[in-house]
C-alpha cells in the first residue's frame, strides 16, 4: 500500500538557519504530494503542494520539488523564523482508489531565537 | 467567514460511555473526514463522506461511526467498542475528493 516516510524529530535550529526535512514515498501511479503544518494545539494547514514530477510547491519561503526517480519531495527554507516552530506533516493523495490522505509521522522543528 | 469548526476543544468521558464529535463546514464542500492523530504518529482515516447520505470506513473504522443528514455536518461517535479512543481528533473537508483538504481546529478526547 501507500506510504510516506518522514525524517524523525524533533529537529532544533537556531533562527536563520537553512531547513530541510526530508521525506520519501512509496505509491503506485503518480500521487500528489503535500506538506502540512500543525501549530500547537491547532488542525492541519495546507503548507504547499505538487501534483506532478518535477513541480516545484512554494509557500512562506518554503520549497518542496517533487523528485520522481527518487520518490521524494524534501521540504527546504533557507532561513527560519521563531515562528516556523510547529510539527510538519509530508502527505500523499493517490490518484487510485478512495484518493484518501496518506501521511508520514510528522516532524517536529523547534527553532531558538 | 468560512471555515470548519469542531466542539468542544477538550471533552472528556468515562469509559464505557458514547461520546460524539461535532463537525460543521460552511465552505459548501462536498467531502468531509474525519482523522486520528497520536503522539508520534501521522494522521488516520476513520471515516469519509463524498455526499449527503453517503460514507465509506477508512483505514480504523472499529468502534466508530458516522453520520451524514445534512451536507455542512458530519458527527463522529466514539463508541465503548473503540479500545483506545484517547487521541486529537481532527475533521476536515473538501470541494471533491481530489481537492485540498481544509482542516478543522480539532477535539481532544480524554477517556477517564
Known amino acids: 500500500g501507500d506510504s510516506v516516510t518522514q525524517m524523525e524529530g524533533p529537529v532544533t535550529l537556531s533562527e536563520e538557519a537553512f531547513l530541510t526535512i526530508n521525506c520519501t514515498y512509496t505509491?503506485?501511479?503518480?500521487?500528489?504530494l503535500f506538506w502540512y503544518v500543525q501549530y500547537p494545539g491547532e488542525g492541519l494547514q495546507l503548507l504547499l503542494k505538487?501534483?506532478?514530477?518535477?513541480d516545484k510547491g512554494s509557500n512562506k519561503g518554503f520549497e518542496a520539488t517533487y523528485r520522481k526517480e527518487t520518490t521524494s519531495f524534501h521540504l527546504e527554507k533557507g532561513s527560519v523564523q521563531v515562528s516556523d516552530s510547529a510539527v510538519y506533516f509530508c502527505?500523499?493523495?493517490?490518484?487510485?482508489?478512495?484518493?484518501?490522505?496518506?501521511f508520514g509521522t510528522g516532524t517536529r522543528l523547534t527553532i531558538i531565537p | 467567514d468560512g471555515g470548519i469548526t469542531q466542539s468542544p476543544k477538550y471533552l472528556f468521558r468515562k469509559e464505557g460511555q458514547n461520546v460524539t464529535l461535532s463537525c460543521e463546514q460552511n465552505?459548501?464542500?462536498?467531502?468531509m473526514y474525519w482523522y486520528r492523530q497520536d503522539p508520534g504518529q501521522g494522521l488516520r482515516l476513520i471515516y469519509y463522506?463524498?455526499?449527503?447520505?453517503?460514507?465509506q470506513k477508512g483505514d480504523i473504522a472499529e468502534g466508530y461511526s458516522v453520520s451524514r443528514e445534512k451536507k455542512e455536518s458530519f458527527p463522529l461517535t466514539v463508541t465503548s467498542a473503540q479500545k483506545n479512543p484517547t487521541a486529537f481528533y481532527l475533521c476536515?473537508?473538501?470541494?471533491?475528493?481530489?481537492?485540498?483538504?481544509?482542516f478543522g481546529p480539532g477535539t481532544r478526547l480524554t477517556v477517564l
Open positions: 476536515a473537508s473538501s470541494i471533491g475528493r481530489d481537492n485540498e483538504q481544509f
Open positions: 505509491a503506485t501511479g503518480y500521487p500528489s
Open positions: 505538487a501534483t506532478k514530477a518535477d
Open positions: 502527505a500523499l493523495r493517490n490518484k487510485f482508489g478512495n484518493e484518501k490522505l496518506t
Open positions: 465552505l459548501n464542500h462536498d467531502a
Open positions: 463522506s463524498q455526499i449527503v447520505n453517503d460514507f
